[in-house]
């Protein structure tokens, strides 16, 4: 099943994620690591920082 491929699909972020969010972010991480060590998708990476107004480094 399709549905099931990402755990933690949907979830509400936490105040402890969105700091550590914005400390990766800040110290100008790639979106790719931020995404691995949140345990998040990079899409729910990215749409949360254009939420935050973050700029996120677009390492290649």
């Keep these: 099943m399709a ?3 990402f755990e933690r699909h949907k979830q ?3 105040a402890d994620e969105i ?3 914005h400390t990766l972010a800040n110290n ?3 979106l790719k690591a931020i995404a691995k060590a949140l345990t998040r998708s990079e899409e729910s990476v990215k749409l949360r ?3 935050d107004s973050l ?4 390492l290649r």
Aim: charged share 25%; glycine share 6%.
């Design 3 to 5: 549905a099931e491929r």
């Design 12 to 14: 509400a972020w936490t």
């Design 19 to 21: 700091q550590k969010l």
């Design 28 to 30: 100008g991480m790639a």
């Design 49 to 51: 920082a254009k939420n």
């Design 55 to 58: 700029s996120i480094a677009k």
